[in-house]
């Protein structure tokens, strides 16, 4: 199967601070990524979609001046969280969908563990 | 989207077989029912998707009927290994591939010795 990769896999940042996640699709080409959170003991949150080219859309209630999203390429998507604060502390997942072969399957990233003292 | 309605939690032990059925009334002629399964701190991993009648495959069947306004995940033979939290999405339709699955709560499965 398809393969997502991200780092860093955990981060300890200061409050303040910037983060940037990097999600990377290893053997194919992804026009569209999706980058997701999870807090403890809840599912994932949709927070954007990135789209290569151009500017990413995201859900309603995430910030896009605090969480930018840069889609550099057909393998690269980064999530940077600027001016991070401890509520911003999270498991942050990234995906990409394989279009082609019947139904599109989304393959997703280990995620990355962000925390914010 | 489709809204998806499993149950919060099962419990089950090593070598029984285990159903997690779930609703989602609202689904689309073109959406496909695919379930994943997540271990804590890891991202989640695709299990097995269908469209109708019975999918197989090497972890799973998926049992889905004719008014796919539900769908069963059944896990034969669990092992500790199968402690994890699955979700039932629905949405992996043939499109673009630019709109994202939507999670729901998902079912935490515990497998006891």
């Known amino acids: 199967g398809a393969v997502v990769s991200q780092h860093p896999s955990w981060v300890i940042c200061k409050s303040g601070t910037s983060v940037k996640i990097e999600c990377r699709s290893l053997?194919?080409?992804?026009?569209?990524m999706f980058w997701y959170r999870q807090f403890p003991k809840q599912s994932l949150m949709l927070m954007a979609t990135?789209?290569?080219?151009?500017?990413?859309?995201?859900e309603q209630g995430v910030e896009k001046d605090k969480f930018l999203i840069n889609h550099a390429s057909l393998t690269l998507s980064t999530l940077t969280v600027t001016s991070a604060h401890p509520e911003d502390s999270s498991f942050y997942i990234c995906?990409?969908?394989?279009?082609?072969?019947?139904?599109?399957?989304?393959?997703f990233g280990p995620g990355t563990r962000l925390t914010v003292t | 989207l489709a809204k998806t309605t499993q149950p919060i939690s099962m419990d089950s032990y090593e070598g029984q077989e285990v159903n997690i059925t779930c609703s989602h009334n609202?689904?689309?002629?073109?959406?496909?029912i695919t379930w994943y399964q997540q271990f804590p701190s890891q991202g989640p991993r695709f299990i097995i998707q269908?469209?109708?009648t019975k999918v197989t495959n090497e972890v799973a069947s998926l049992f889905i009927p004719a008014d796919r306004k539900s769908s069963t995940l059944s896990l034969p033979r669990v092992s500790l290994s199968d402690t994890a939290v699955y979700y039932c999405?629905?949405?992996?339709?043939?499109?673009?591939?630019?709109?994202?699955?939507?999670f729901g709560s998902g079912t935490r499965l515990q497998v006891q010795p």
């Open positions: 995906s990409a969908r394989v279009v082609g072969q019947g139904a599109s399957e989304q393959y």
């Open positions: 053997d194919f080409q992804a026009t569209t």
């Open positions: 990135s789209n290569e080219g151009s500017k990413a859309t995201y």
């Open positions: 609202n689904i689309a002629t073109n959406d496909y």
């Open positions: 269908g469209y109708k």
């Open positions: 999405l629905v949405g992996a339709s043939m499109d673009t591939g630019r709109r994202a699955l939507t």
